[in-house]
């Protein structure tokens, strides 16, 4: 009950400063990903070749393996209506020996098969990863499992980056079954720095996973594969983090890349959206942007301080128009890697941008 009571109360003072993960800069004047449409795959359930990176690769995960920066991107194909959500979405993976340049699998490691998650995951796909390493040095990668018509957490283990075993929602079973059908997506488990490692990170005895769209949630796992919802007074998943009139987040915050435990708390990296007649306007109707808030690094659900503008947002012509119109740079992957940060994006749904930090 501490965590719920902690959740309630103003904020008690002012964090140190220095908190924050930045502040971010453009390496490169341009997206480090975009589609490829030569790429081939032949699909297990379509039984066909397609077209899987033909329109848009975007919203990716990062993580530091063997000296080098890789990165899991959501790419979707030619195939369904000419709407967001309606293509078919899976995970590619590409390889950099700075942060910066990247080379490509020829096809994704990661889509929809004949498997126990092809009812949740099947024509919609695989989308919007986050990616962690667990102490033992397996990665563990949450992503939203889409089926067109609902949608959930998923989460899937691998020893190397390329053989996933899929474990279904975050949060079956949990609670008698109480969040079997909830909709819910975003999920990333509080790690901590080890070296260029940003390693899964106990907090009282268990793992951490900020989640969610709307309202940024709780939820806590004994081993990063089976979560359970942190709940308020009512038996309601506790809120955290919620939205502000005249900011960045006015219409809602979604959680972003896997958040740090660090000397000064927990360093949350979140997306807002703007709202259109409530928002920041600075900021066009609707737009995605990136904010920081800092928690209590013992009370996972204390807030203790959080960004008034945006740390990261849509500037750039391929940041600001592409299949998602209003424009996005939506931060899902950070690593710490040749003593910087590196923090990659989705522009627009429709490319991968990096930016760095100190």
Request: hydrophobic share 35%; with cysteine.
């Amino acid at each position: 009950m501490f965590l719920v009571a902690a959740a309630t109360i103003l904020l008690t003072a002012a964090a140190k400063p220095g908190w924050q993960i930045g502040p971010f800069a453009r390496p490169v004047a341009a997206p480090v990903i975009t589609p490829n449409k030569a790429s081939l795959f032949h699909d297990p359930i379509a039984q066909k070749p397609i077209h899987w990176e033909a329109l848009h690769t975007f919203n990716p995960a990062a993580i530091v393996h063997d000296g080098k920066v890789y990165v899991l991107y959501r790419a979707e194909d030619d195939t369904g209506k000419m709407q967001i959500g309606e293509h078919t979405s899976r995970l590619g993976l590409a390889v950099s020996d700075d942060g910066i340049h990247f080379t490509r699998q020829p096809e994704p490691v990661f889509y929809p098969d004949n498997d126990s998650q092809k009812s949740r995951e099947w024509p919609g796909g695989v989308e919007d990863p986050r990616i962690v390493e667990a102490p033992d040095h397996t990665y563990v990668l949450t992503y939203t499992q889409w089926n067109r018509i609902t949608h959930s957490i998923g989460i899937a283990t691998s020893p190397d980056l390329a053989h996933w075993t899929r474990h279904g929602p975050a949060f079956l079973g949990s609670a008698h079954g109480k969040y079997d059908t909830l909709k819910y997506k975003s999920g990333g488990i509080v790690t901590r720095l080890d070296g260029d490692q940003l390693i899964a990170a106990k907090i009282n005895g268990k793992y951490w996973m900020y989640w969610g769209e709307g309202a940024i949630h709780l939820a806590t796992s004994p081993d990063l594969i089976h979560w359970t919802p942190v709940e308020d007074a009512h038996g309601s998943p506790v809120e955290i983090l919620t939205k502000r009139p005249g900011h960045f987040d006015s219409g809602f915050p979604e959680t972003g890349p896997p958040p740090v435990l660090t000397g000064r708390g927990i360093v949350v990296l979140y997306n807002g959206k703007n709202d259109p007649t409530r928002g920041d306007p600075a900021l066009g109707a609707n737009a995605y942007a990136a904010g920081e808030a800092l928690f209590d690094p013992h009370n996972p659900a204390h807030m203790l301080a959080r960004t008034e503008a945006p740390v990261l947002k849509p500037q750039e012509p391929w940041e600001k128009t592409g299949q998602y119109v209003a424009g996005t740079t939506f931060a899902e992957g950070l690593v710490h890697f040749h003593n910087q940060w590196f923090l990659y994006y989705g522009c627009a749904d429709s490319d991968v941008g990096v930016v760095t930090a100190p």
